[in-house]
Structure formats: structure tokens, C-alpha cells
């Protein structure tokens, strides 16, 4: 009960030392606001990206066949090319003309295509490239190399079928359109089958979706500035003076570093909701209402740690210029490896297999996943543990010193 009755002491202490200095608070809520604004500003116009239009490619049909219009109304209408390819059916002249400035490429289908696939002549198609496109006509390549490959497996199939078709009692005219219907029928399957192009999509939101990821970050960051400075703010100079005259009266250093701790957090958590309401509406991000508990606690487990770490720098190293650097070094590397100010997509692979380690990355990761993919679920043990170990390490810390240094 005395520990709690000097805890309560202290936090009510602390608040008064607060509400004394109400001037200079705006100052500093405000100013690390203002710097991470304006850098939040600058790295979104860095990295949001620009509009480009798609790939413009031509095919141009010189057969004319029934087959040849399937196969290029298909491709043309194909959504499995890609977004950022576009197909359009031309005529010879127009394709010459567009060659030279609108068209990466076009594709021509020969005359004879239609008899040549019929018979089993090897078939090919002709791509003309643009000389100031190089890059998207490597590309359309090997758009052309996936399509052949679909086009000889049809003509296995129907050179098959046509074969046994020949053995059958049926007129000419009757096995050309049963053909026609397997060549239709297996180019339509081979073509919804599989992609012509293979995506793989790597999420990076800091590029796909800047305003979101760095209006996160920049709350992120803000938060931990936040934190320190208030923790610094109730730090005063004479405190080593003052906690050996408190021993006289039966408090203990922990008593006092749990209380700035405590005050510092609920001061902390009521400002940054404010300031995460201010940032939704900014950058118009929508929330389900249990998401909001989920944030909430993320971020309480977040500063309790970052809070226990400063405190335990602060009973292991007395002077007050060595201990506020120590702490400014160390908040610097709790924001460098979370990813908030740099993307842990651009950080060397090994750094990365230690990423999860930082209480910092794993608060930061789930904020995202939340925020920014929208997740119900949250693992909560790792951050948890890492709380409970931190407050044993600096009861045991301050413990020991008081019990040494006494």
C-alpha cells in the first residue's frame, strides 16, 4: 500500500509539474508535428507515382480466316494480358503508320496462317517493333512467344482430331466444322487456363499507396517523439540530489521512474488520439470499430516498452547529458529499424531476419496491417512478452543499484 500511496504521490506531482508549464506544452506538441509534416510531405511527393499509360500493341490479320478473327478477338479481349498492356486489331496501313510513334509493337498473322495450322506446317507470327521502344518490344516478345505456344497446342489437338475425323463416314464440309468447333473450343480453355502473362505483385504500400503509408508513419514517429520529450520534460535536473532525500523517507528511485512513466504515457495516448482521429480524416483512411481497440492497445504495449527502455538507460547512467544522448541514440534506432521513416522492404536481407525482434517493428507492422490491409487479427504475445520482460529488467535494475549505490 505505501508503494502504491507514493506512486500515486509522485504521478499527481508530475502533473502538477504540467500544468505549471501549460505555456510551453503547444511548443512542444506542435513542433515535432510541424517537422514530421513537412518531411512526410516531401517523401510522398518522392515516391507517389506517376500516372504511365499502357502498352500500346497492334495485331494486324492478314489471313482474314474465321480461325484468325477468333484468335485475335480473343486476345484483343483478353483481361489476362495485364493492365498495363493494351491491344487493339488494326488494319496493315494503319499499323504502319501507328509504328512510329503510338505502338510499342504489332503482331501479323500471315496469310495461309488458317492452312498452314490446318495441315501441320509449322505456323509463325511476325512482330514489328518500334527502334525508340526497346524495352516494351522485348516485352511484347515474349507476349508472342506465350501466345505461340497456345496456338501449337491447339494445333496438336486438332491435327489429332482431324486425323480420326478422316477415318469417319462424314462429308468434308462436316469434319471442317467439327474442327473449326475443337480448335474454338481447346483455344478458348488454353486461354482462360492459365495466365498468358504471370503477375507477381509485391506489396510495397509505401510507393502502391504513399499518402496512407507515410500519414502512418508520421503518426508513428510523432507518437515516440512525443514520448521522449514528455519523459525528458519530467526529468529534472537535481533529481539524483532529490532521490537520495527521498530515500530518508521511504521511497525508492522505481517509485518515482514509474510514476514519470505512467504520467508520460496517459499524457502521451491522450494526445496521439487526437492526432490519429485529425490523420483518418486527413488522409481518409476507414476503420471498423473493433480495429479501433486493436490500435489502441498496439500502441499502449508500443510506448509502455519504448518507455520502460529510456527509463532502465536512465537508472543504469547517472549523468544527464550522457544518459539524454544514449536516449536520443536509442530512440533514433527504435524509428530507424520499425520502418517508419525507412520501408524494411529496402533494408539487406540479414537486417531484415532481425527486424522482428524490435518491439518497434512488430508495433509498426501490425499498425499497417490493420490500418492499411484492413486485418481482424493481431498477435499480441510478442509484444506483450517483451512488456513484462522490460519491467522485470528494471525492477531488477533499480533494485540492485539502490541495494549497491545505497
Known sequence: MTFIKHLFLF???DCKKLQRKWLSLPLLLLFPIIIVALTAVIVISFFSPDKEEPIQVGLVDLDQSEETKLVVELIEESSQLGSFIH???????DAAEKIKDKLSAYITFPKGFTKDLYH???VTLQITGNPNK????????????????HIRGA??????????????PIDKETRNKLVFDQFTSFFLYTIGKDKIIDEEEVANKATSSPVHYYGLASWFVIITIWLFAFHSFLTRDDETRMKYRMRLYGVTAIQQILAKAITTLITTLLFSTFAFFALQNIVEITLYTENYLRIAFITLLYSWIFLESIAIIEVLFNGQKLRLLIQTIFTGFVLLLSGAIIPTLYFPIYIQKLLPYSFGNQAYHWLQEIVLNARFYVDYLPLTLIALSGLFVLL???IWKERVFT
Do not use: M, P, W
Not at 134 to 149: C, F, M, N, P
Open 134 to 149: 526497346q524495352t516494351e518490344g522485348y516485352l511484347i516478345k515474349e507476349l508472342l512467344d506465350s501466345v505461340a505456344r
Open 11 to 13: 504521478i499527481r506531482n
Open 396 to 398: 531488477g535494475i533499480s
Open 155 to 168: 494445333q496438336a489437338n486438332i491435327l489429332t482430331i482431324n486425323y480420326f475425323a478422316k477415318q469417319l
Open 120 to 122: 501441320g506446317e509449322s
Open 87 to 93: 491491344i487493339s486489331n488494326l488494319s496493315k496501313k
